[in-house]
């Protein structure tokens, strides 16, 4: 069974960096798409940004492009979120999520079509 696990939240002040890291165990990392997700108090839970299973592909949600930055390294099975110029919009529970689906069907930009997740890290941005 795959187990994901994020780290890496935390407390910053607006203008200010942070790096998530989601560790993959249970499966073969590099065959499964990688995304992040977030969701904020009374929100939906949001895309952020996907990444194929080689690397090759990133996508991102308009709301992040330029400021964040996902990528992976596949033999480490982890996956990182580089999150710079933080807004205070930007608090929410960061989620990681695999999808073992080919490059070509990518982006997936909906939760419902991920299986597996992790628990969340909590970031929180003060202005």
């Known amino acids: 069974q795959v187990q994901l696990v994020e780290s890496g939240g935390g407390l910053v002040q607006a203008g200010g960096s942070l790096r998530l890291s989601c560790t993959f165990s249970?499966?073969?990392?590099?065959?499964?798409?990688m995304a992040w997700f977030r969701q904020a108090p009374g929100k939906e839970r949001e895309f952020v940004a996907v990444?194929?299973?080689?690397?090759?592909?990133?996508y991102y949600a308009d709301s992040v492009k330029g400021r964040f930055t996902i990528s992976r390294d596949n033999a480490k099975n982890t996956v990182y979120l580089q999150m710079s110029s933080l807004r205070p919009e930007d608090t929410a529970v960061y989620y990681c999520?695999?999808?073992?689906?080919?490059?070509?069907?990518?982006?997936?930009?909906?939760?419902?079509?991920?299986?597996?997740w992790g628990q969340g890290t909590q970031v929180t941005v003060s202005s």
């Open positions: 999520a695999a999808d073992l689906v080919p490059p070509r069907v990518l982006p997936r930009r909906s939760p419902k079509e991920y299986d597996y």
């Open positions: 249970g499966r073969s990392f590099s065959v499964y798409a």
């Open positions: 990444i194929s299973s080689s690397g090759d592909k990133t």
